[in-house]
């Protein structure tokens, strides 16, 4: 089955504690991106991945970092957490421009 | 920059009724608009992807049309039922952004009263 897979589904941290949230794809899609989704603001593009080795900033990237070293994952980290990083997170994927975006099931996140 | 607005924010119909939710964005530079459907807790499936060259598509009980220059879309929900209560965002990607970057409305909240 075709499909984007987060984990852990759900994470309650403390600030400061470096996390990681996984992301894999097995449709062998080229871009992959990071979102998050809060109450009033929508959805909003963290960081983006055009092929391996290959990633970019989207709309609010401060406080995350990506890695895309192999095509089917793409991690995000978060170093330092602090409360404002709290919300839901989604994993994305595509073929390529234009194309159909599959998502993850999210990862809710609570830093207190 | 691109904004996308859904109305209304909430809806709520009884069982049976068709209905039409609407989006609308400000920049008609797009690649394609796609309409998805979120379920409390979980994540997003998607619904209908209109390329920027077509003008409506199909599947099932959901038919979603696209007029571009306008910068309107319309999904249409024909004999609604229970199951389809959720949210459903529609989302754009402009055609000058690399990524790939979906800009998505707000939503409409969908309550279909059995």
């Known amino acids: 089955e075709a499909q984007v897979t987060q984990n852990p589904r759900y994470l309650i941290t403390v600030t400061g504690k470096k996390l990681t949230v996984t992301c894999s794809q097995n449709?062998?899609?080229?871009?992959m991106s990071w979102y998050r989704q809060d109450p009033g603001l929508g959805l909003r593009q963290i960081y983006y991945s055009m092929n391996v080795e290959v990633t970019d900033k989207g709309d609010v990237p401060e406080g995350y970092k990506v890695s895309r070293k192999e095509k089917r994952n793409f991690p995000l980290i978060l170093e330092s957490p602090s409360p404002n990083q709290t919300s839901l997170y989604f994993c994305?994927?595509?073929?390529?421009?234009?194309?159909?975006?599959?998502f993850g099931q999210g990862t809710r996140l609570t830093v207190v | 920059k691109q904004e996308v607005t859904q109305i209304p924010a909430a809806l709520s119909v009884p069982e049976g009724e068709n209905l039409v939710l609407n989006c609308s964005f400000t920049?008609?530079?797009?690649?394609?608009l796609q309409w998805f459907r979120q379920d409390p807790g979980k994540g997003l499936t998607s619904l209908l992807l209109?390329?920027?060259?077509?003008r409506e598509q199909t599947s099932g009980r959901l038919n979603a049309s696209l007029d571009k220059s306008s910068g309107r879309s319309t999904l249409y929900i024909a004999a609604s039922q229970p199951g389809d209560s959720a949210t459903y965002l529609c989302?754009?990607?402009?055609?000058?952004?690399?990524?790939?970057?979906?800009?998505f409305g707000g939503g409409t909240r969908l309550m279909v009263k059995p």
């Open positions: 209109i390329q920027s060259s077509q």
């Open positions: 920049d008609s530079a797009i690649y394609n």
């Open positions: 994305a994927s595509s073929s390529g421009t234009g194309a159909e975006a599959f």
């Open positions: 989302a754009v990607t402009g055609a000058d952004n690399a990524g790939n970057m979906l800009t």
């Open positions: 449709m062998n899609h080229e871009y």
